[in-house]
């Protein structure tokens, strides 16, 4: 079974971008998908052809034959799988991650792209059971992050239509300023 190594860095910014994505799909639900078209493939940085590029450099693929949005359930990790990433997060400045974790996020990052090309309007029936999925991943991902104030600051990230009167932070200010898609990601060696 293939394991990739995420830095720090990577997860963090990963984390925040799925929660920016899933957010932005939410308050742009029931509306016309041209927002959220620009939004994810052009106005905000990272694209999201940018990190789906990054996803299929290192060599990650998709091989889930239905539809994800079938199946909006997502497992949460058990109690060991997180007491080990705790670990791996301090002594290894990272996580390792089983190849079907990536792969989901890779998987419903495509579909996403895909949806974003096909539809007018942001579909609820579509759309809808692709926040609840990237929810699910961010959810998981951040079980993995010990640090309960980063955690927060996650949940804090900007969006597409946020409310003004609401304190929002940047990926990059949630990252420290480092590009998180140029961080550590790669095939764990055996």
Not at 138 to 163: A, C, G, S, T
Request: proline share 5%; with cysteine.
């Amino acid at each position: 079974m293939k394991q990739f190594f995420l830095s720090r860095v990577f997860l963090i910014g990963l984390c925040a971008y799925l929660r920016r994505l899933e957010m932005s799909i939410d308050r742009a639900l029931r509306g016309e998908i041209r927002p959220l078209k620009a939004y994810c493939k052009g106005n905000a940085i990272p694209t999201l052809q940018q990190v789906l590029n990054r996803f299929s450099s290192i060599g990650v693929g998709v091989k889930i034959e239905k539809p994800l949005w079938n199946d909006p359930c997502i497992p949460p990790p058990g109690a060991w799988s997180v007491l080990i990433a705790w670990s791996q997060w301090y002594f290894r400045r990272g996580i390792l991650l089983k190849e079907s974790e990536i792969q989901r996020v890779h998987s419903s990052l495509l579909e996403l792209s895909v949806a974003l090309d096909q539809h007018v309007i942001v579909d609820p029936e579509v759309f809808g059971l692709l926040r609840v999925r990237l929810g699910g991943i961010v959810d998981n991902l951040l079980r993995y992050i010990p640090n309960r104030r980063i955690r927060k600051k996650i949940y804090r990230v900007e969006h597409l239509n946020q409310n003004p009167m609401t304190k929002t932070l940047t990926i990059e200010s949630i990252s420290n300023q480092q590009d998180w898609l140029a961080s550590r990601m790669e095939l764990a060696d055996d």
